[in-house]
Every structure is written in C-alpha cells, then in structure tokens.
C-alpha cells in the first residue's frame, strides 16, 4: 500500500481534511492501518494534487489547506482495491524486540516488556472508550464508512486484548523457563495430524 492510497481512503470518508488532520489520523495509537512522517503526508498531497486525484476546498492567509477526494482519486482508490495485492509483510518494531528479549538480562527484559503491556493496556483503554461512544460521536455511526471502521477497530481491540494475554503469558515463560510454552498457551500450538 503506498501512502497515495492510504490518504485517498482518508479522504474517501465526505469532509474536508488538512495535512495536519490527516498527521493526526496517521500517527493515532487507535488508528493502525497506516504511519506516516508530516514531511510524507505534505509531500504526496502536493503530488497528488499535481496528478489530479484531490481538489482543494480552502486555503486560508495562514497557508491552512482543505483537500477532497474527487472522481479521478475515488477511480484510483478502487483500482487500488480490486486489483493491486495486499502487502501482508509487517514492519513491527515491537514486536522484534520481543523476539530478542534473550539478549537482555531479566530486568531489563522485564522493563521492555512493562513498557510494552502500558502501551498496549492504554491502546485498549481508548479503543473501549472510543467505541462505547461511538454512537456519541458521530454524525451518522450507521453509514457504511463508520460501519466499517467499527468493524476494524473491534478487530483492534480484540488484538490488543490477545497481545496483553500474549505478553503475560511470555513473562511466564521468561521467568521459569522450565515451563513448556505450548502448554502455557492453550491452542497455540496445533495438534499433530
């Protein structure tokens, strides 16, 4: 996926949105599907605008600017859709320190893996807020954008949850190695056929 159509699916949602917004809604602890730099976000704009995939609304005296997605950005998003392949690789720093958690003795493994289960317990936290008022703050929670956002932050929080579970799980393990890790982890490891 490239930063083009994450953007183009931003915009895709009805309203106007700055630079900045779309900043904030890329960097987002709630918001996964896509991280981008200020410099990366300000950079495509200005090429997608040059390629005729956005229109501008507003541009205020202080250089603030609105951009929509027009006809030529909704045919290239759902090309993007249809036929480009999904990039299943992930870039996940977390998750590689957590695969070399063995390098670092037991209180500095047990410090990263403190920092990590806050993050991930405040990440669960917001998205439980966020959707228990969901219907609270939204214009139109039933319309088919916010229906499928609902959906994937639901995933999200039911992610969050297992990786808690994971991470307690793992601590265990660190903390007495003699304990076989396929039984600490109820079905996570399958059956011989």
């Known amino acids: ?10 915009l895709s949602r009805g309203r106007p949105r700055t630079g900045y917004d779309l900043n904030a809604s890329f960097n987002d602890v ?3 599907a896509w991280h981008a730099s200020p410099s990366q976000v300000y950079s495509e704009l200005a090429k997608m605008e ?7 609304t507003e541009r205020t005296e202080r250089g603030r600017t609105s951009y929509v997605i027009n006809d030529q950005g909704l045919d290239e998003l759902r090309r993007w859709l249809l036929h480009d392949q999904p990039d299943h690789g992930i870039r ?3 998750s590689l320190r957590l695969l070399n958690l063995w390098v670092l003795d037991p209180g ?4 990263l893996l ?35 956002r609902r959906a994937l932050y639901t995933l999200w929080l039911r992610q969050t949850d297992l990786m808690l579970e994971w991470l307690d799980e793992l601590r265990a393990v660190l ?9 600490l982890v109820t079905g996570a490891v399958p059956e011989k056929v």
Do not use: C, K, Y
């Not at 439980?128 to 939204?138: A, G, S, T, V």
């Open 114 to 148: 403190d920092a990590e289960v806050a993050f991930q317990r405040q990440r669960q936290f917001s998205l439980r807020h966020l959707l228990l008022n969901w219907d609270d703050d939204r214009e139109d929670p039933d319309s088919a954008v916010w229906r499928s």
């Open 175 to 183: 903390h007495d190695p003699a304990t076989p890790f396929p039984e």
């Open 1 to 10: 996926m490239a930063l083009r159509h994450a953007i183009l699916a931003a």
């Open 50 to 56: 040059g390629l005729g995939l956005i229109d501008i």
């Open 92 to 94: 996940d720093d977390a």
């Open 108 to 111: 500095d493994a047990d410090r």
């Open 30 to 32: 709630n918001d996964r």
